[in-house]
């Protein structure tokens, strides 16, 4: 069975400046992940995927995440945050399997923007 | 709107009563998948259902609760008897593949519930 682990459930950060969220999974096989965002009381966006390949992926928004197999991790950044960049985002890893794109999520990661 | 549509987005429900939550996915998804939020918590998978099957229920409680996606209309997720505990947001999602894990979920905005 696969699991997620984002470290913080909140983070505060100042516009302007770097965002990083911590993502870690454990999984038997190699998984393929996923990071969503939520605004307030609205569903899930997709920022990034990996699945194969490149293991930094670039997203929308201006996010990217790196893939590190012997980290096992997942991490999120954004250069530079914006006012806008407040939301919920959440990790996610699903596997190869007979049966559909099952995400497993992490906890989230509540983002607070200060000017 | 060719989204993920869920209805009501918001239903109040009294102890005892039944809860109907609907999902109709994105046109040409014929995958739906059933997840929910309780307060301050990330999503747990509850439901993966194709027209007219139960793929995976693995995350359903064994009681009270019970989806559907019929072969027309939408898919439904039914509580029935609701506790207080069962207040949280629902969200469905949709998916055009089923088989290679890669894709990802397309996800409506939810259906959040409330016991009184």
Redesign the interface.
């Known amino acids: 069975a696969q699991s997620v682990t984002q470290l913080g459930?909140h983070v505060s950060v100042s516009e302007g400046a770097l965002v990083l969220l911590r993502c870690n999974y454990s999984s038997s096989v190699p998984p393929?992940l996923?990071w969503?965002v939520q605004y307030p009381?609205?569903?899930?966006?997709?920022l990034l995927?990996y699945?194969t390949g490149a293991t930094l992926v670039k997203g929308i928004n201006g996010f990217e995440a790196e893939f590190k197999k012997s980290e096992t991790s997942f991490h999120l950044t954004k250069p530079s945050a914006h006012m806008s960049d407040a939301a919920e985002y959440?990790c996610a890893v699903?596997?190869?399997?007979?049966?559909?794109?099952?995400?497993?999520?992490?906890?989230?990661t509540r983002v607070l923007v200060k000017p | 709107n060719a989204g993920?549509m869920q209805n009501p987005r918001h239903l109040v429900r009294r102890r005892g009563q039944e809860a109907r939550l609907r999902c109709s996915p994105m046109k040409g998804h014929s995958?739906v998948?059933w997840?929910r939020q309780l307060p301050?918590?990330?999503?747990?998978?509850m439901v993966?259902l194709q027209k007219e099957n139960i793929?995976?229920e693995s995350g359903m409680p064994k009681e009270r609760f019970s989806a559907e996606f019929p072969k027309e209309g939408p898919s439904i997720l039914r509580i029935q008897q609701v506790v207080r505990g069962d207040s949280a947001a629902y969200?469905c999602?949709s998916?055009p593949?089923?088989?290679?894990?890669?894709?990802?979920?397309?996800?409506?905005?939810?259906s959040?519930l409330t016991v009184l």
């Open positions: 459930s393929y996923f969503y009381n609205q569903g899930l966006q997709l995927k699945t959440f699903s596997l190869i399997k007979a049966a559909g794109n099952k995400l497993t999520f992490g906890g989230g | 993920v995958h998948y997840y301050e918590e990330g999503l747990k998978f993966y793929i995976d969200f999602a998916s593949l089923g088989g290679s894990g890669t894709g990802e979920l397309f996800f409506g905005e939810g959040r």
